[in-house]
């Protein structure tokens, strides 16, 4: 168990990265909105193995919010979360407030098209991304880390960064980490916590269609029938769906003609006021 320092200002969290940096350490990111669970902690297990040092930002983004969503009543759970950290060995916690992180008269966004419009997310969430891309930029820049690292279960966002990592010639390597799962197969989750008893135990339904569709895929059933039948099954559970759709995992396009390219299936939809997203592997990427 250490106690992690806390950084409130990008002053504090550069200059101590920059003792860091003059040790010939390593400095990995794990960027996260708080109310940290397991996935959050397997994804500072990675940084520890990553490099010598780990920073955890903690900040609720206020522009990641639609004016229907969340924000307000996102869990927030700032000391258990460093009291976390800490026995993770997390190094660092950068907790900014809304002022430090969007100054006065702050008037820049990253605008962002390709994985970013890729008609899941972004769809129902029209202003979700720029929102994200903007703050883990800013993140990126004011910690400068050889290895920022976001966990798959948002699939796209990872996708999102990773491209705008690369346009941007941000020199920092993207890193996605496997989705930690309750013993039932539910995706772990900030969100969960809204759920209700009842919709908790019909909310691992998700996954498993998730699972039934990629099985079915790789028996060789056609995508269509396969998403059809898939789409019908998660309203069946109870789901209220946004999207079921199968994507070059890369890309996040419609899946081409090549049969060696690595497939994904990504899903969103509502228990009751709760939107929950998964996603799973349909096809591994093949050697050719
Ligand atoms: O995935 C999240 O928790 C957030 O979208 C992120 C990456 C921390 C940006 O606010």
Redesign the pocket.
Known sequence: MTTPLIARTTADLRQTVATWRRAGERVALV???GALHPGHISLVDLGRASAGRVVTSI?V?PT?FAPNEDFSKYPRTFDADVERLGKAGCDLVFAPSPDVMYGHGFATTISLEGPARAGLEDAFRPTHFAG?AT??AKLLIQCGPDIAI?GEK?FQ?LAVIARMARDLDMPVEILGAPTLREADGLAMSSRNVYLSAAERAAAPALHRVLQDCAARIARGETFESVLAQGRAEIEKAGFKLDYLELRDAASLAAPGSDPKAALRLLAAARMGATRLIDNVHARQAQES
Do not use: G, L
Request: a negative charge; charged letters at 10%; hydrophobic letters at 50%.
């Open positions: 960027p996260t909105m900040f983004n990641q994200v703050v883990v976001f948002d966002q």
